[in-house]
């Protein structure tokens, strides 16, 4: 392997602005990105940068789409409310389980490789819930689907090892605005399927995005030459990481069902957290660990980890509050009246701009840097979170707010990409977006116990838009935490240097 310089001059921070090569998230001394393409191939990198982008796509739509439909899917497959919040929960817990460990098995054997593989399993599992004779066939489908999530950090690594450094950020911006676009869009585009057709047709009709999507990555995403690390296996860490993420993650989730104080809750969580501190404590002794911990020990990655969890949970408090809001009837005194496919609409100009958000991030990273653009992301979800909070019951007010903070929501999304693969070291790009990812999901996961909790409270007497208004408050209360978070990263930055351009370990 040959010899990489470390020299400082040269070497980007979080505050440099990213609009040319030496000012890229890619050390400026990185060797050109046609060095790891296949010889005789040459990327194209619009084309790469749309095949991964509708990658992406593929798996946020999932995330979302089976939300309209869980009324429906409960009746049809006889699930009662506990069962049926499992369809979506179930996703999650093995997305945030998966995506670390097909993440490192990217590192290992090559991304394009890796991510053909996962977009054949999620496609499988996914016409197996097309056909679903019962809840336990179809929740176990949605575990397998729970791979998709390791599509994104595989996209990201893909863009950054295939594409020149100029064009990193922007395709960064593309591909993270998927998430929150797809995630939105599928909460209208569920609901019309639902009503026009059937449950099942959306996991038909995703069947075929899904394979679209991988004809596009053979068709326009070139084989990488051999860089992978053949490294054995760290079973122990596999384990240690499902364990405590499924204990800590079922506990969140389950905690209303179980009662926050009850012996079941406390004890999964307590399992939780013993193996995941006892991850750290093997992972740091490991040659070949599956999550590198002390990689995330350097301050500037602790910082991103929290504020990917903030992004996270935000827009997923208005996921599940928002759809009861707007579907209540108006003689609840907070309710908004409208139909599914009407609520979905309402939502839809919140996810267009959670992908403009992502788009406008290079800008805004050439502008201010990349520390301060982490800081106007959750600054502007704090402004839509108060005013959701402010003004539940006013529809229009509803559709605003939210609409800011998917603009918010989008930077973030693509800014926190961005910082985890610049402070990475570049042999570890999959796992730490992987574990990104995890942190990611975790938020998201967190945001539909808490919601659920503060709505149970909710009735005509009072306030009726009391338990609403409560949520969006906490929604504010997590964007100003990542607003302070953002002004810490942004003072540690300016003393730091990013983990891509330090030596590579052997």
Do not use: K
Request: proline share 8%.
């Amino acid at each position: 392997m040959p010899t990489r310089r470390t020299t400082t001059s040269d070497t980007p921070t979080l505050d440099t602005p990213t609009h040319d090569a030496a000012r890229s998230p890619v050390p400026a001394d990185a060797p050109p990105a046609s060095a790891g393409v296949a010889e005789g191939t040459a990327p194209q990198p619009a084309l790469v940068t749309a095949a991964l982008s509708v990658v992406v796509l593929a798996f946020s739509l999932m995330q979302t789409l089976v939300v309209p439909a869980l009324p429906t899917l409960g009746r049809e497959l006889d699930a009662g409310p506990q069962g049926t919040g499992w369809i979506l929960t179930a996703f999650l817990l093995a997305g945030a389980v998966l995506a670390p460990v097909v993440g490192n098995l990217g590192d290992r054997f090559g991304h394009r490789r890796v991510l053909l593989t996962t977009l054949a399993v999620f496609a499988a599992a996914t016409i197996v819930a097309s056909a679903a004779p019962s809840l336990g066939v179809l929740l176990g489908a949605r575990v397998v689907q729970g791979v998709s999530t390791a599509t994104f950090p595989l996209a990201l690594a893909l863009a950054r090892n295939l594409l020149p450094p100029p064009r990193v950020p922007a395709a960064f911006g593309w591909i993270s605005g998927m998430i929150g676009l797809g995630a939105g869009a599928a909460l209208v585009l569920g609901g019309v399927i639902v009503e026009a057709l059937s449950w099942r047709w959306m996991f038909v009709l995703a069947a075929v995005l899904i394979a679209v999507a991988a004809v596009l990555v053979l068709l326009w995403v070139p084989a990488a030459s051999a860089r992978s690390q053949r490294r054995r296996t760290d079973w122990p860490g596999i384990v240690l990481l499902a364990g405590g993420l499924v204990g800590v993650l079922l506990a969140v989730s389950q905690g209303g069902a179980w009662g926050w104080s009850s012996p079941r809750t406390l004890g999964v969580g307590a399992v939780g957290v013993v193996l995941l501190v006892a991850l750290v404590l093997v992972e740091r002794r490991t040659e070949a660990p599956l999550v590198d911990v002390r990689t995330f020990r350097h301050g500037p990655l602790a910082l991103v980890s929290v504020l990917t969890a903030a992004v996270g949970f935000v827009p997923y408090v208005c996921y599940v509050a928002l759809p009861v809001l707007m579907q209540a009837p108006a003689a609840t005194g907070y309710g908004h009246g409208l139909d599914v496919t009407a609520s979905g609409l309402a939502m839809l100009p919140s996810a267009v701009l959670v992908f403009l958000g992502g788009r406008s991030t290079p800008l805004l990273v050439a502008r201010v840097g990349a520390a301060a653009t982490s800081g106007v992301a959750v600054g502007v979800m704090l402004a839509g979170s108060v005013g959701l909070a402010l003004w539940p019951t006013v529809p229009w007010a509803v559709v605003v707010a939210f609409s800011v903070l998917g603009l918010g929501n989008g930077i973030g999304y693509a800014i926190c990409a961005q910082l985890v693969v610049t402070w990475s070291p570049p042999e570890e790009i999959g796992a730490a977006t992987g574990l990104n990812s995890v942190i990611r999901t975790v938020g998201s996961a967190a945001a539909a116990p808490v919601v659920a909790a503060l709505l149970a409270g909710a009735t005509t007497e009072g306030d009726p838009a009391g338990p609403f208004a409560a949520s969006f408050w906490v929604a504010a209360a997590v964007s100003a935490a990542g607003v302070l978070v953002a002004m810490a990263l942004t003072v540690l930055s300016r003393s730091s240097r990013p983990a891509s351009a330090r030596p590579s370990r052997p």
